[in-house]
């Protein structure tokens, strides 16, 4: 049994958690624009991108909440990339 968690800003899908028997993954719906300097974001899709987390310590890599952080100014930006001064605070 896995369940999927969607979150959203403005209706548009940011990212997804799903949750599986032995790992959860975070779905990033933009995450081709996401800049990944700590190469933890899978995939190849047109536009989204994935991490699989293996133990609950994986949830509080620095790294990821950066991720998630700048995934949600990306969407609060809307249809554009967000700028260095929207993912700034």
């Given at each position: ?9 403005d ?16 779905y ?7 800049d ?23 949830a ?30």
């Amino acid at each position: 049994m896995w369940k999927l968690l969607l979150y959203a800003v403005d209706g548009t899908t940011v990212l997804g958690i799903g949750t599986f028997p032995r790992h959860s993954t975070v779905y990033f719906y933009r995450g081709r624009e996401l800049d990944d300097g700590s190469g933890l974001l899978q995939g190849s899709g047109k536009e989204s991108r994935f991490i699989t987390l293996h133990s609950p310590a994986d949830a509080g890599l620095p790294a990821l909440k950066r991720l998630v952080r700048e995934a949600f100014k990306l969407g609060r930006a809307g249809g554009r990339r967000a700028s260095s001064r929207d993912l700034q605070g």
